[in-house]
């Protein structure tokens, strides 16, 4: 099967629905940089997809980075002097500052204060906290529990440990006919946090379990890593492998109900640049481009200049430009089967161009060939918009002088990609056409 056909018998939005099961599945888990929530999670990622957990050990040099230590977590709460939990890990893992080291204490309410942090414009929200790389501990709770709590003597208990282990990520590897790779990179490190960054983890895994499945030209490589660390760690032991990255994608905030957003990867025109801003122009649908920035996902890493991949970031309404990001409230119901669906259309079309474009030379460059006697005027593929089945002819003839890729003819024509290759392929079948190779065009 190809990916066109694929997209053509997409099963919609059971999809989205099986794709917001699995981040119900997975949002309990208390995942970190490190540690076995992380792991677990992959663990039911791997049930999905064929993936391989590769682990880097503490104390490991990723270029100026360093491995850190593992950080696991068992319990953790505030009690009471009536022996009341009135802040409960166990009911919400976002309650504990990330990397906490452990404590049990009691305290007066006066002591614990500059250990709680809180939102007091969303006071019923809990806010998102780490401390991955300075020794602290606390706890993160809504306005509306510490306006509760009364002076008095409280129980503190961390039952966490930080210390040596390994930092792990999971990678699956689909194999195409060339080693030219395509990356989609997704942090998997936030515990309950659903936008951020559950949407992309459900997302990037059906798209690999979908690309597993059909003939690749591209090899496609997906890695659920840990965020800045992870992409450094993983940049660090592929340094040469990286280079055969020829486009990428990182992919978080993909199941909210915004509109889709695109972040250009540091080149700017990339064909992934292209590609993806060609799909959203196309779709009929609102979307937003902005210019890169050092700022943001792991694209800070794979842009950084001595790398400079051809990687941009699609996601739906970016990080921090959401009320509920880095919330409690970035939960189950802030991200929709719908949005998690159309996000996953759009990963696959913008594959699907870069599996399709190609560069190809025209056989017949002297005047237009005929057509007509070729059955290609008014009736190619059936399809219905016949004048822009002929324009789509045309331009493909006419550009395809070895210099131009169908997504230059595409671009330069303004037709939808899909009509362009179309074109392309009826060119092909009766010799019109011959493919050119495409590496001077990259
Ligand atoms: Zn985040």
Redesign the pocket.
Known sequence: MTILELQRTFPGLQTGKSMHRLATELYPLCRSITGNGFRDSLAILGREVPLNVVDVPTGTKVFDWTIPQEWNIRDAYIKNSQGEKVVDFTRLNLHVLQYSVPIRETMTLAELRPHLFTLPEHPDWVPYRTSYYKKNWGFCLSQKVLDSLEEGQYEVCIDSTLADGRLSYGEIVLPGATADEILISCHSC?PS?AN??LSGMVVATSLARLLAGVERRYTYRFVFIP?AIGSIAWLARHKEEALKIKHGLVVACVGDPGPLTYKKSRRGDAEIDRAAVHVMEHSGEPFNVKDFSPYGYDERQYCSPGFNLAVGSLTRTP?GQFPEY?TSADNLDFIRPASLEHSLQTYLSIVGLLEKNRVYLSLNPYCEPQLGKRGLYRSMGGQTDEPANELALLWVLNLSDGQHSLLDIAERAGLPFALIAGAADALLAVDLLREQAMEAKR
Request: charged share 15%; aromatic share 0%; glycine share 14%.
């Open positions: 936030h946090l951020d960054n965020g990080h880095h």
